[in-house]
């Protein structure tokens, strides 16, 4: 059906659920109210299904045989992130765990109850992978498996059934601190806990409005997401690859030139994010950081960079506009 991993673990209350009340409230989701707005369901699913009994993790590895971002840094090249190189997980992981859904519901019959989610749902992700033995939420707090290292998207279903669960994983991290050392804004406050408003990634897809002036020269190199805590693991090492025609990058987002995304115009963006992923930044957000990743170029190279995004209409939003001027008059 699509999967790479599949584990069951119990609709209980898993010790490290209680974590992410104490995440907010240490104001590390800055503006992602859909968390704080939903923190009932996430503590425990049996809010949103109240018969829940396990829950059905999935993995799908989405890593292909691409240098990672920490590879091909410098020489105006800009890296968006591995997840959003091709189609929209959403979508496709959805897709083919309704199929599963499907064939459950069949073998199961009738009082059969469930409900999935893939990103996008109440589910605290990570915790019902590593209960379902997955891999281990890591230093870098992402999923890691042992063999297919962390390029993974997640998907549950939640259901009424009462299956077998698995072992669950076993963390593996060891004395390595290498993620917390490569984050460039030091957004891995301690083993297991990101603050989010740190995080590249945050920053360039979260945030609506202008970044924090101090944190806007880390964005460098990361335009869309970031996967530099992941690039340096070392269960990335030798990460699985997949040959799945979903996640093969689109050309656009192959080690792109910082000055090509400057010069694409609003029509050949909307070609380019049509099916995928990083449609969720849209088209001001993307350009905004764009704007701040030119401002760590050399002068000429900057100004070049900015006038290109500067001629689109739409580049006059006051969000890519003030970006724009920001980065024109760093020294
Ligand atoms: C909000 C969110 C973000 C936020 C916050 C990230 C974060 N770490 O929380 C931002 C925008 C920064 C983000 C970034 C990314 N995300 Co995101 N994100 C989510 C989302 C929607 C919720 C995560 C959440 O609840 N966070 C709250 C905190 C409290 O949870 P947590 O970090 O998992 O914390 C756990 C650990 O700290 C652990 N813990 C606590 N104490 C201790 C102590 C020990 C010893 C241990 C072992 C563990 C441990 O328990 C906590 C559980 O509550 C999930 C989807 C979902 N519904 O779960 C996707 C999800 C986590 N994201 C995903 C991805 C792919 C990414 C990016 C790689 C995208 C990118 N390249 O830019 C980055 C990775 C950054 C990173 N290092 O996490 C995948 C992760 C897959 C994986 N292999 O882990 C998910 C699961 C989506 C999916 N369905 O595939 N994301």
């Known amino acids: 059906m699509g999967f790479d991993l599949c584990g069951i673990a119990r609709a209980d209350q898993h010790p490290r659920l209680a974590r992410l009340a104490e995440w907010i409230a240490q104001g590390r989701a800055g503006e992602m109210q859909y968390l704080t707005g939903s923190l009932d369901e996430r503590r425990d699913v049996r809010h949103t299904l109240k018969t829940a009994r396990s829950v059905i993790s999935v993995a799908v590895l989405y890593n292909t045989d691409q240098l990672y971002s920490i590879e091909e840094s410098g020489s105006g090249r800009v890296s968006v992130a591995r997840y959003a190189w091709g189609d929209d997980y959403h979508a496709v992981v959805r897709a083919r765990i309704r199929h599963l859904l499907q064939w459950l519901a069949d073998q199961a019959g009738p009082g059969f109850e469930a409900f999935t989610c893939v990103d996008d749902g109440p589910v605290q992700e990570r915790v019902y992978a590593e209960a379902a033995g997955l ?22 279903i939640v259901t009424n059934l009462d299956l077998n669960p698995d072992t669950p994983g076993v963390d593996q991290c060891g004395t390595c601190t290498k993620c917390l050392d490569a984050c460039p ?51 990335n090492r030798r990460a699985g690859v997949s040959a799945d025609p979903a996640w093969q990058p689109r050309d656009v987002f192959k080690s792109p030139r910082l000055i090509d995304l400057c010069r694409m115009s609003d029509d050949a963006w909307v070609t380019a994010l049509k099916g995928s992923a990083m449609k969720r930044a849209g088209l001001h957000r993307i350009r905004r950081s764009l704007a701040y990743a030119a401002a760590g170029l050399e002068v000429s190279d900057r100004a070049q960079a900015l006038a290109a995004l500067g001629e689109h209409p739409s580049a006059s939003a006051t969000v890519v506009a003030e970006a724009i001027e920001w980065a024109d008059i760093r020294p």
């Open 185 to 235: 804004t030091g957004a891995i406050v301690a083993p297991y806990d990101l603050d989010a408003t740190r995080c590249l990634s945050y920053l360039t897809i979260e945030v609506r409005g202008a970044v924090d002036e101090a944190l806007r020269p880390a964005l460098n190199d990361q335009v869309y997401g970031c996967d530099i805590c992941q690039d340096v693991c070392p269960w």
């Open 135 to 156: 891999g281990w939420i890591g230093k870098n707090t992402c999923l890691i498996n042992p063999l297919l290292g962390s390029w993974l998207f997640l998907g549950e």
